[in-house]
Nanobody, 122 residues
Framework: QVHLVESGGGLVQAGGSLRLSCAAS????????MGWYRQAPGKQRELVAS?????????NYADSVKGRFTISRDNAKNTVYLQMNSLKPEDTAVYYC??????????????WGQGTQVTVSS
């Protein structure tokens, strides 16, 4: 199916930037709608940003990150990115990549990476 590996997390001061990457194995990346989710301790996992399959012509962001985060994808590299600017302590969480195939035998299934920790210090 698809295997997802996130990278790019770390410790950063408030106001700083990080760029997360999610590399996908397999041949179905281009038909996946991709999303970045995050989960802080004691809280539910929430959608941060999403991008449509194919050319990624449409994106969507949580209100809390609009104007600060940008999601993009490179189908030639089977990779989706999350550029995070103006980071705040409340952005601290484990960030997960998600692939949801929009065609084929795995249509609608959820595929998750292992997560990468982002910690923003004040």
């Amino acid at each position: 199916q698809v295997h997802l590996v996130e990278s790019g997390g770390g410790l950063v001061q408030a106001g700083g930037s990080l760029r997360l990457s999610c590399a996908a194995s397999g041949s179905i990346f281009s038909i996946c709608a991709m999303g970045w989710y995050r989960q802080a301790p004691g809280k539910q996992r929430e959608l941060v940003a999403s991008i449509t399959s194919g050319s990624g012509s449409s994106t969507n962001y949580a209100d809390s990150v609009k104007g600060r985060f940008t999601i993009s994808r490179d189908n030639a590299k089977n990779t989706v990115y999350l550029q995070m600017n103006s980071l705040k302590p409340e952005d601290t969480a484990v960030y997960y990549c998600n692939c949801k195939p929009m065609a084929g035998p795995w249509y609608g299934s959820n595929n998750w990476g292992q997560g990468t920790q982002v910690t923003v210090s004040s």
